[in-house]
C-alpha cells in the first residue's frame, strides 16, 4: 500500500515536471533556435532533421503510427529521403509544429524532397493502398509455420544434412516474404504488427534493430553512395568503384565472388550480436542512443536464445544419445549441421542481394555526410540515383518467392510498398524514370543478371579502371542560408 501510494507521488510528480517542461518548451520561439548538423549527429540523438528544421525525435516516436522504433532510428540523422520515401508525399510541417525543436543553423546543407518522386508517388495513389494483401500473408503464415514445425522435429526427433538444408532455404524465405516486409513497415498499416513480424529476423539469427540500421538508415537512404552505403564497401575482399582500395586477389574477384556469399551468414549471425552489443554498426557507424535502452537488450536476449536453439539445445542432446567416447565427434556433427543450415540460408540471401547492386552500368555516387545530408548530382537526385543504383530480374513467379526483391528498383523507391505490388506498379514506373531520363535496368533472366555481375567484376579486377564518381551539386553559400 506504501510502495503504492509512493508510486502515485512519483508518477505525480513526474508528470507535473513533465508538464512544467512541455509549458516550457512551448513557450520558447523554436523558429529562431537553431542547430548545426554536427551538434545533432553527435550530441542531440533526441532531435531528427526534416528539410531545414529540426523535431523531437524522443516525443515525436511515441505518437509515430508507424512504431516508435523507425524515428528512434533516425535520431541525430537527416530523416527528410526517410520520411519521403515511406510516405510518398511532403512533410506535414504544420501538423507537427507541436514537435518542432528549430531549424538548421544558416550555412548547413539542405536535404530536400525529391519532386520527381513525390510526381511518381502521387501517380501511383500514395501509400495507402499498398500493404500486404491477404494471400501475402498466408504465404508469410505458411512458411512460418512450417519452418517453426521443421525445427520442432529436428531438436525433438531428428537432426539430419537434408533438414537442415531444408531450414536453411526457409530461413531465407523467411528474412526475404516476412521479416523484409515487416520491419520496412509495409506488410501492416499497424506499426505494432509489423514489429511483432519483423521479430522473425531474430528467430532467423539477425538482428532487428541492427538490421534497421544497416538497411534502412544506411542501405536504403544511401543507396550506391560510396561512403554510406554499407553494400558498397566490398573492400579488401573485393573492389566494385574507382576508389575503392585495391589488393593483389582483387584481380580473380569476377570468379571468387559466390564463394565469397558462402560465408555472408557471418554478418547476421555473429557480426550483428558483437555490433548491438558495441552499438555501432561495422564498429565504426554509431547508432542512435535514442533507440539504445530497450532495443540493445531485446536484440542481445533474442540473439542469445537463437544460439541456444542451434548451439546449445542440439550439443545437449547429442551429449545425452553418445557414449563417452563418441561425445565429442557427436557435438562436432551438430555444429556441422547448424553450420551448414546458416551457409544455406546465407548464400541464398548473398546470392540474391549481390544480383541487385553490383551489375554493370550500377551507378555510385558520393551524396552524403556522415549525418545523413543527402545531395545528388546536379541532373539526378532519389529518384535517379535509387533508379541507377539497382536493377530488376526475372518477373513475377521470382517475386512470389523472393518477397519481391528481384523489383528492386521498386522496392528502392517505395520500400512500404508490399512486394505483392511490385509487379503492377512496376508498370508505372519503368516508363516514368525513363521518361525523365533516368537509368532503369530489368535482366529477364537471372542468367543475364550474373553474367552482367561477373562482367562489372571483372573490369573493376583491373586496377587501371577508374571511371569518376561523380560528388553532389554542393549549394552555395547563399543557397544554403535558405
Ligand atoms: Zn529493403
Known amino acids: 500500500m506504501c510502495l503504492a501510494s ?71 540523422r537527416d530523416g527528410t529521403l526517410a520520411f519521403q520515401s515511406y510516405h510518398m508525399r511532403n512533410f506535414p510541417h504544420e501538423k507537427l509544429r507541436p514537435y ?41 503464415a505458411f512458411i512460418w509455420v512450417l519452418a517453426f514445425a521443421l525445427e520442432a522435429y529436428a531438436l525433438t526427433v531428428k537432426r539430419s544434412w537434408a533438414l537442415a538444408t531444408v531450414l536453411g532455404f526457409l530461413y531465407a524465405m523467411i528474412g526475404l516474404n516476412i521479416q523484409h516486409d515487416a520491419n520496412h513497415g509495409a506488410m501492416f498499416k499497424d506499426g505494432l504488427k509489423n ?7 531474430q528467430w532467423i539469427g539477425g538482428s532487428q534493430v541492427m538490421w534497421l540500421q544497416e538497411h534502412v538508415v544506411l542501405h536504403h537512404m544511401h543507396t550506391g553512395d560510396v561512403h554510406m552505403d554499407p553494400d558498397a564497401q566490398m573492400a579488401p575482399a573485393m573492389r566494385g568503384y574507382s576508389g575503392s582500395m585495391y589488393l593483389p586477389w582483387m584481380v580473380l574477384q569476377h570468379y571468387y565472388f559466390l564463394l ?24 565504426e557507424y554509431p547508432l542512435s542512443r535514442l533507440a539504445m535502452p530497450c532495443w540493445r537488450t531485446q536484440s542481445t536476449l533474442l540473439h542469445l536464445l537463437y544460439y541456444v536453439r542451434h548451439i546449445i539445445l542440439p550439443s545437449l542432446v547429442a551429449i545425452r544419445a553418445a557414449t563417452p567416447d563418441e561425445v565429442f565427434s557427436a557435438v ?75 523489383y528492386q528498383i521498386e522496392h528502392h523507391l517505395f520500400p512500404r ?56 551539386a554542393r549549394p552555395t553559400p547563399e543557397e544554403m542560408g535558405g
Not at 513533465?18 to 523554436?30: F, Q, T, V
Not at 526534416?50 to 528512434?72: C, K, T
Not at 514489429?195 to 529476423?201: F, H, P, V
Request: hydrophobic residues 40%; proline residues 4%.
Open 332 to 406: 562436432g556433427r551438430e555444429l556441422a549441421v547448424s553450420l551448414w543450415m546458416s551457409t544455406v540460408g546465407g548464400f541464398y540471401l548473398a546470392f540474391f542481394f549481390f544480383l541487385s547492386h553490383n551489375f554493370d552500368g550500377v551507378h555510385f555516387t558520393e551524396g552524403a555526410n556522415a549525418g545523413g545530408d543527402c545531395l545528388y548530382e546536379a541532373d539526378s537526385g532519389f529518384l535517379k540515383q535509387q533508379a541507377a543504383s539497382s536493377s530488376n530480374v526475372g518477373g513475377e513467379k521470382l517475386c512470389v518467392l523472393n518477397g519481391g526483391l528481384n
Open 195 to 201: 514489429m511483432a513480424w519483423g521479430l522473425s529476423q
Open 417 to 472: 510498398i508490399a512486394h505483392s505490388h511490385y509487379p503492377h506498379i512496376s508498370k508505372k514506373v519503368r516508363p516514368f524514370v525513363t521518361a525523365k531520363g533516368g537509368q532503369y535496368i530489368h535482366f529477364d533472366t537471372v542468367w543475364d543478371n550474373l553474367s552482367s555481375v561477373h562482367k562489372y567484376l571483372k573490369r573493376f579486377s583491373d586496377p587501371l579502371f577508374n571511371p569518376v564518381v561523380k560528388g553532389p
Open 260 to 283: 565469397l556469399e558462402l560465408g555472408y551468414w557471418v554478418v547476421p549471425n555473429i557480426g550483428h550480436f558483437f555490433e548491438v552489443l558495441a552499438w555501432s554498426h561495422k564498429f
Open 6 to 76: 509512493n508510486l502515485v507521488k512519483e508518477a505525480a510528480a513526474h508528470a507535473d515536471s513533465a508538464a512544467a517542461a512541455d509549458k516550457a518548451l512551448r513557450e520558447i520561439d523554436h523558429e529562431k533556435t537553431t542547430f548545426t548538423r554536427r551538434e545533432i549527429e553527435s550530441q542531440r540523438h533526441d532531435l531528427v532533421i526534416i528539410e531545414d528544421r529540426v523535431y523531437d525525435a524522443d516525443r515525436f516516436q511515441w505518437a509515430h503510427p508507424g512504431g516508435s522504433l523507425f524515428v528512434a532510428m533516425f535520431g541525430g
Open 100 to 140: 518542432l525543436r528549430g531549424r538548421l543553423a544558416p550555412g548547413e546543407t539542405i536535404t530536400r524532397f525529391d519532386q520527381d518522386h513525390l510526381e511518381l508517388s502521387k501517380k501511383l495513389g500514395g501509400a495507402a493502398p499498398y500493404f500486404a494483401p491477404r494471400h501475402q500473408q498466408y504465404k508469410a
